[in-house]
């Protein structure tokens, strides 16, 4: 995996959560929108997400048909919002279709062959 994590700061203290959101909507997701339109132009999954305020999260993505579980399980932890069962029932989910060696879904009970391969 290649990419950076710029280390958090603070941001700026004077901006309001609300004028973030709207720079986030007028400058912020056009310029997402654009990035995901030409990696789906090459054939690849592009996911991004911003939070203005805790909690408070805009994402913009495209997913490749046949895509790896990293990019999925982003994805699906995007959508959960947060929430631990909706992220863990959707990895138990793709664990049944695509198979598994985790011990902590052994332990859940998830067999680990594929549903195709029982």
Request: charge should be negative; proline fraction near 5%; hydrophobic fraction near 40%.
């Amino acid at each position: 995996m290649t990419g950076a994590v710029i280390p958090a700061g603070q941001g700026n203290p004077e901006l309001e959560v609300i004028e973030r959101e709207r720079f986030y909507d007028s400058e912020i997701a056009p310029a997402l929108a654009d990035l995901a339109r030409r990696c789906e132009q090459c054939g690849l999954s592009f996911l991004a997400l911003v939070e203005w305020d805790i909690g408070e999260v805009g994402s913009t993505g495209v997913l490749q048909r046949a895509r790896g579980p990293q990019i999925d399980w982003a994805n699906a932890a995007a959508h959960a919002r947060g929430n631990a069962d909706t992220m863990i029932m959707h990895i138990m989910r793709q664990a049944e279709k695509s198979g598994h060696s985790s011990m902590c879904l052994n332990i859940l009970g998830v067999p680990p062959t594929a549903k195709a391969d029982r």
